[in-house]
């Protein structure tokens, strides 16, 4: 009924402290990457508040594509409420619950493969950073 709503609370909180953080960022941190002989490149990290951003965007498109499923079978309406299960006490009950567990345990996948992506994209940064490249430019 209205799990998505979850997922874009979330979305909304994880965006604003993305850009609060892009916003207060100084310099990019970088790296300086040896590559074979006396080659030296400079690489820029990755930064927390551009993980975050990819957290938003999972988080939006998660949202948008459960918001659409519930427009689809009339859960969603254009007219106030808005969502049907609002209309009467019982529904709301229903709709709440459904919030509290359906919303909250997509929310926590979502964020928990997040966390996924972040410790692949550190350890391939980590892997870079330590392994020069070869003559041919390859790892």
């Known amino acids: 009924m209205a799990c998505f709503l979850v997922p874009a609370a979330e979305a909304i909180v994880t965006a604003i402290a993305a850009k609060v953080m892009k916003s207060n960022k100084k310099q990019p941190e970088t790296v300086k990457v040896q590559l074979s002989g006396t080659d030296i490149e400079t690489a820029e990290k990755l930064s927390f508040s551009r ?14 594509l459960l918001a659409f499923e519930h427009i689809w079978h009339g859960e ?13 006490p019982a529904g709301t009950a229903q709709m709440l619950n459904e919030m509290a567990t359906v919303g909250v ?7 928990a493969v997040w966390i996924g992506i972040i410790a692949v994209a550190s350890a391939a940064e980590k892997k870079a950073i ?8 390859a790892q």
């Open 130 to 137: 330590k392994r020069p490249l070869n003559d041919s430019g």
């Open 76 to 88: 969603v309406v254009p007219w106030f409420p808005f969502i049907t299960a609002a209309g009467d």
């Open 51 to 64: 993980k975050l951003k990819w957290l938003s965007n999972l988080l939006w498109g998660g949202s948008a």
């Open 105 to 111: 345990a997509m929310a926590g996948l979502v964020t």
